[in-house]
């Protein structure tokens, strides 16, 4: 099925899904910094050591402020890019695991980044 986009030309819907699903996806922006640093990680990484990052970036690295954000990766953030093909979660052993359709949204969020 196609559609019309604003400029006129043909677009596919499922093309038009698929760059509003990352988008939902890079909507928060500590979906965002996890892909960015499991993307740096060979391997699994640990919910703790994201987390550990996360607070460093946020700039409030308090045990209280950590265990929040654990709690946050543990429950709402790995499911929904578990769910959109990101990342592999292991929530048994806690790890995270970038996949390869997750290492292609790099260069949106280097380009969201860009000043």
């Known amino acids: 099925m196609t559609i019309k986009t604003e400029d006129n030309t043909a677009g596919d819907i499922h093309a038009e899904e698929t760059v509003s699903a990352l988008f939902k996806l890079l909507s928060h922006h500590r979906r965002r910094i996890a892909v960015q640093y499991l993307a740096t990680q060979v391997g699994t990484t640990s919910v703790s050591d994201v987390a550990d990052q996360i607070a460093l970036l946020e700039g409030e690295h308090t045990h209280d402020r950590y265990e929040r954000i654990c709690t946050s990766l543990v429950h709402a953030h790995p499911p929904m890019l578990t769910d959109g093909g990101v ?26 980044s860009a000043d």
């Open 87 to 112: 990342i592999e979660y292991d929530h048994e052993r806690e790890v995270l695991k970038l996949r390869d359709q997750g290492a292609g949204m790099l260069p949106y969020l280097e380009l969201a």
